[in-house]
């Protein structure tokens, strides 16, 4: 038979195709991805539109699983959920490359994904560059490498979608050395929590002697966007020091980093979202550098320090 793969959309049970709801409704097995994204809805709300239960497939039974998923859809239809859509994730093209491996023959549906949806903003997509994801760090790592992918999105003058980390059902370290699983609390990064480690990644750089040309500052403007495509969706354009300070409310969230210099049309949709005039912040964010080398404003603590541009 077939093996489907189907986009939800951006969380709200209608946000299904017809032709996606048509499919769930009479698969054998419809299996829910639930560790790239996150349905703000809630399975329970998902089964009972779709009048059927669905299987909650984690990361572990997806990227070691993947035979079990596709077991008998050679004979059956069986479906696999995702949010947004089906390719916004690499894990989802090595699910169809085992299906063609066991000669299954597979069908994708698609739907709306953060990649587009992100226009709402004002930002026209056919400026963005390449998309990065920002991790969480800890005390032991630290990887900052999405950083130099800003900065040549930026030397191109284009715009960055960076898609901020969740974490679900992950182990703690000290479950996997005693080989019994414990999972961690869903965790799901914020804007405040991106700029953070923005800003503290920015200082590092500075002291370490690596920022010499024009980049990402505390001035910057940046976009931070929470639970587009729902009824509660925020949008908020403001420097990327303030966005540290923000609180724009329940997951899921992304931010953006537009490029310095932004279409006078995307400047007046911007407009909307920002409590201070978007041009301006933009003027002031590139008269942050003096020569190639720019100035901090303030600490990571928030006490001011010297900076001859003010």
């Known amino acids: 038979m077939v093996f489907y793969v189907i986009g939800l959309g ?25 560790y790239t994204s996150i349905l703000t809805c809630g399975q329970e709300k998902l089964e009972e539109y ?33 949010v947004g859509d089906p390719f916004g994730a690499t894990t989802h093209s090595d699910l169809l490359l085992r299906a063609r491996e066991k000669r299954i023959p597979f069908q994708v549906i698609h739907n709306a994904s953060i ?112 639970r587009v495509g729902h009824d509660t969706q925020k949008i908020k354009v403001c420097t990327l020091k303030e966005m540290r300070k923000s609180d724009l409310g329940g997951p899921l969230h992304s931010l953006i980093i537009p490029a310095e210099e932004t279409h006078p049309m995307e400047q007046e949709y911007l407009q909307q979202f920002c409590e201070e005039d978007v041009k301006q912040l933009q003027k002031a964010a590139l008269d942050v550098y003096s020569g190639n080398i720019f100035k901090l404003d303030t600490t990571l603590d928030g006490t001011s320090t010297s900076n001859s541009n003010n």
């Open 50 to 82: 779709y009048g059927r239960s669905l299987i909650l497939a984690d990361r572990e039974l997806v990227e070691q699983g993947a035979d079990e998923i596709l077991a008998g859809a050679d004979k059956k239809e069986i479906g696999f959920l995702v």
């Open 10 to 34: 951006l969380g709200d049970p209608k946000d299904i195709t017809v032709k996606g709801l048509e499919v769930v409704k009479r698969c054998e097995r419809v299996y829910l991805e639930s």
């Open 115 to 226: 990649m587009n949806a992100v226009g709402c903003c004002g930002l026209q997509l056919y400026h963005f560059g390449e998309t990065v994801s920002i991790p969480y760090w800890d005390d032991t790592w630290q990887p900052d490498s999405f950083y130099d992918k800003i900065q040549a999105n930026l030397d191109h003058g284009l715009h960055t979608l960076c898609l901020l980390d969740i974490r679900v059902r992950e182990p703690t370290i000290e479950s996997l050395m005693k080989k019994t699983r414990v999972y961690q609390p869903p965790r799901f990064m914020r804007c405040h929590e991106a700029a953070d480690q923005l800003l503290r990644l920015i200082h590092k750089r500075k002291h370490n002697g690596e920022s010499q040309k024009r980049g990402v500052t505390e001035r910057t403007v940046v976009v931070g966007l929470a």
